[in-house]
């Protein structure tokens, strides 16, 4: 028999950021590798959205409430206010307009949970620098004439969005390439150097 796979570890400090019983949407879910998480350990009300067909059709066969749907576009269909955390993990750099999703997100949750591949490594700037090349590395898997990446978004760029769309920082993290998590403490140059990844939980700011 097959062992079950390893849940990825930005997934799992993910889930650690939703509160159990919460009712959560999963922007971009993908396969429901979050969504059937969140609904085992944390018993939510979760549904979700993808855009592939294959990615619905997964999650369907695994029991997950998922519809088809874009990001950019559907968003705006969900009411103000529907859920208490909309989730967008490794998501947000794939979608053509961040600053339109990130404000939905904000309406239609109370919080919102971001996480993302950090352009702003120094492994990327050293590449692009060193070689004058588009980078592949291991959280950047695919070359640039078939990336769904289109906004390339370091740290300090959504740090600056956030504040951009009145959001409040409730929490963040940057994990490093063996996926470990940065010291809190750092500041915010150490982390958009040596942070792979990262992801935030944001709240809108009370006038």
Known sequence: MNAKPATRIDLLLVAGMVTDGARVLDVGCGDGELLRLLSETKRVDARGMEISQKGVN?????????????????????????????????????TRNPKYVLEQMLRIGKRAIVSFPNFGHWRIRWQIAARGRMPVTSNLTYAWYET?????????????????????????????????????????????????????????KRG
């Open 58 to 94: 997964d999650c369907v066969a695994k029991g997950l409430s998922v519809v088809q749907g874009d990001a950019d576009v559907d968003l705006a269909d969900y009411p103000t206010g529907g859920f208490d955390y909309v989730i967008l993990s490794q998501t947000l750099q794939a």
């Open 148 to 204: 769904p990446n289109i906004h390339f978004c370091s740290i300090r760029d959504f740090i600056a969005l956030a504040e951009l769309v009145e959001a409040r920082i409730v929490d963040s993290m940057a994990l490093d390439k063996e996926g470990a998590q940065m010291r809190y403490e750092a500041p915010w140059f150490v982390w958009n150097l040596l942070g792979e990844q990262a992801m935030f939980l944001l709240e809108r």
